[in-house]
């Protein structure tokens, strides 16, 4: 699997994006016995569709390949990436534009992901040579980071516990000079961070924070939070065995913080960023977390635990009340948080939440723009009623069926006083089946979107 343009090449075989609307002239332009073999083979530039052409001794000389008219207002400037797939190893160029050469580079780039660390890799693959007028180095770095957090979601548990998430994380903080910081086990109450501790302490591995520093120390200051929960249980509140297969992800966050750190880092843009990955096993031992245990937080809040399988938005309360005292420009946090933003809105598009309605426009414009897509769901006051405890300031699961996603929100929001430019992301990081840019498994949301909000803030 490559995440990197081919070196240009006379020898490139060409990719001629079609369209319905252009076929016409596309079809009398090519020559005579390539139009008979497209015509006879039943290509009509349909969206998605692809048609290798032969040359005259039958070795491969070009490819077809259709698009979405012009007009159309759902075009998918990502669907070049189903050539990764389709087509046979060799190097390609781009004979025309697609809707947009940078994304549908950086989608056929996305396409080549597989995840292979524990089976031979797959035949070999199609490469691209980078189009013209497009920023070859940015786009590769994008995929190369989103590869990155792909390969932590996919790594199954056994291999990528509390202890290997951490050497992930420094090791990625060190690889740029960041400072790193980690805080382990009862340190953890030491530090006043017990609501990381409290989840995580039955595990057989430690719960940690993992803690991240890299830019100049006046630059304006982007923090990221990502839960790390590399296994979920459920707790003593323990799933079925269907809620647990794929639980691997639950650390989707954490992947998601670090993809974006990566690209911030990589790109070397003038801020100082900071951040914070609480790390845990949410598992069951004798002295595992309980429900009806009232727990305090670093914020002093108390928290009734109504159910120790939201154990998500525990970690994440003091990770962002340690963000918070320091009032970053940019606050955001990602995890993997609730089935109900799911219900609501899908596998592939992750509800976000803030109050700052400038944050919000850019947010939105910026995932549309690079087709990252996040949707604004409300932090609606009403519903703070729900997230009240019975004995306690908070309870961690309202016992309503209702809203689950933005009484998360309402939760976590609990813990951010000082910071106004906050964001919230309940992504899901999984595809559930392969996508024109992605295979099925293990997939980074919200960071492309954030890192063009971020590059435009502050100088990309």
């Known amino acids: 699997m490559s995440s990197s343009f081919a070196a240009p090449t006379p020898d490139a075989i060409p990719i ?26 039943g290509f009509d530039a349909s969206p998605g569709q692809c048609q290798l052409l032969p040359d005259a001794q039958g070795a491969l000389a070009g490819v077809l390949f259709g698009l979405e008219n012009a007009e159309a207002c759902d075009r998918d400037p990502m669907l070049p990436g189903k050539l990764a797939t389709l087509l046979p190893a060799a190097t390609y160029r781009f ?3 697609p809707h947009d050469s940078s994304l549908g580079a950086l989608a056929f780039l996305l396409g080549l992901y597989r995840f292979t660390r524990y089976r031979a890799a797959a035949k070999a693959q199609p490469a691209l040579v980078a189009p013209e007028n497009v920023d070859a180095a940015k786009i ?35 690889r740029f000079g960041a400072m790193a910081a980690v805080t382990r086990g009862d340190d953890l109450l030491a530090h006043n961070l017990p609501l990381i501790h409290a989840v995580g302490r039955a595990a057989g591995q430690a719960p ?26 459920g707790g003593l509140d323990i799933k079925p065995a269907s809620g647990m297969e794929i639980m691997k992800k639950d650390m989707g966050g954490a992947a998601a913080a670090l993809s974006l750190s990566r690209m911030i880092m990589e790109a070397g843009l003038d801020v100082r960023l900071r951040t914070l990955v609480p790390i845990v096993e949410n598992s069951i031992s004798a002295n595992a977390f309980r429900p009806g245990d009232v727990l305090k937080s670093r914020k002093g809040l108390t928290v009734e635990i109504g159910n120790t399988d939201a154990e998500g938005r525990l ?35 992750p509800p976000f ?19 990252d897509p996040l949707w604004r769901l409300p932090l609606w006051r009403p519903y703070d009623r729900l997230v009240a405890g019975k004995i306690a300031d908070l309870t961690n699961s309202p016992g309503s069926p209702f809203a689950g996603s933005i009484t998360a929100a309402l939760f976590l929001q609990r813990f951010v006083a000082n910071t106004k430019a906050w964001a919230h992301f309940d992504i899901y990081a999984w595809n559930p089946a392969a996508r024109a840019h992605g295979p099925e498994g293990g997939e980074v949301q919200a960071a492309r979107a954030l890192f063009a909000l971020v590059g435009e803030r502050f100088g990309l």
């Open 315 to 349: 970690i994440l309360a003091d990770a962002l009340a340690l963000a918070d005292e320091e009032s970053p420009a940019l606050l955001f946090d990602f995890a993997t948080l609730t089935g109900a933003a799911r219900v609501a809105l899908g596998p592939d598009l």
């Open 95 to 97: 004979a025309n534009a």
């Open 140 to 174: 590769a770095r994008i995929a190369q980071a989103v590869a990155f957090g792909r390969d932590l979601v996919n790594t199954p548990a056994n291999d990528l516990g509390p202890d290997a998430l951490e050497q992930e994380a420094v090791g990625l903080a060190e």
């Open 208 to 233: 940690r924070l993992v803690d991240f520093a890299w830019g100049r120390s006046d630059a304006p200051k982007v923090t990221l939070v990502g839960k790390g929960v590399t296994f979920d249980t």
């Open 353 to 371: 939440y803030t109050d700052d309605e400038a944050l919000a426009g850019e947010i939105a414009r910026h995932a549309a723009a690079v087709r």
């Open 16 to 41: 001629t994006f079609v369209a319905k609307e252009t076929w016409g002239a596309i079809r009398a332009a090519l020559a005579a016995p390539a139009a008979a073999f497209a015509q006879s083979a």
